[in-house]
């Protein structure tokens, strides 16, 4: 009996495409193969506030990466790192382009857990709100000072002070106010098409 055809190597015509996942968001019309630099920081600065928001950030960036199928694109600590090193705001900064795929990858995991994340963010968003309208110190609520407060902690422990973006942040409140408007922008994602919203806007200025 011929069994050669059996001993054939299976090769599966779509394991080196890539997740179709990332179709969900459109290729920005600019020029080259990576993101610009304003699209680098925001990425970074989104995926700053998760973490503030949730202990073991990092590792959820990770679990979601496998569980969408983005684990061939973010592997594994070490290149998430570099990803995010690609933010010229940063002391580690790393003269490496961060590319389209791999910024769809950020953003699609940003999103998924903004949406995890929907009811604690809202709940922050409505105590700032209110505490603001009664001018009461942001610090007399402990969720959202603690959310504050590791925001300010990881983005001066990260980010370069020589840089001349970062100078401009050389305050708690400067910092806090970033803190919120990266709050609203989470929740943003969390709305109707607000994952391919929030990627137009990264480009905004930067189209053809």
Partial sequence: MNVSTSLTPYSNPTSQSPPMILDTLPDP????QGCPRRARVEIDLILLAIEALELGGSEA???FAEELDLKGIIKDRVNLWRMRS???LRRAHIRRSLSIV???ALVI???YLARRLTAVIRQLLVIYQQLSEKQIPL???LRLSSYLERF????KSRMNPRRSSVLALNSDEDLDRLAIELLAKLLFCTGTAGMQRLWISLFDGEVE
């Fill in 29 to 32: 019309a600019i020029e080259g």
């Fill in 61 to 63: 960036i990770l679990a």
């Fill in 86 to 88: 690609s933010n010229p």
């Fill in 102 to 104: 791999e910024a769809k």
């Fill in 109 to 111: 995991i940003a999103c």
């Fill in 139 to 141: 610090e007399q609520n």
């Fill in 152 to 155: 300010r902690a990881h983005f």
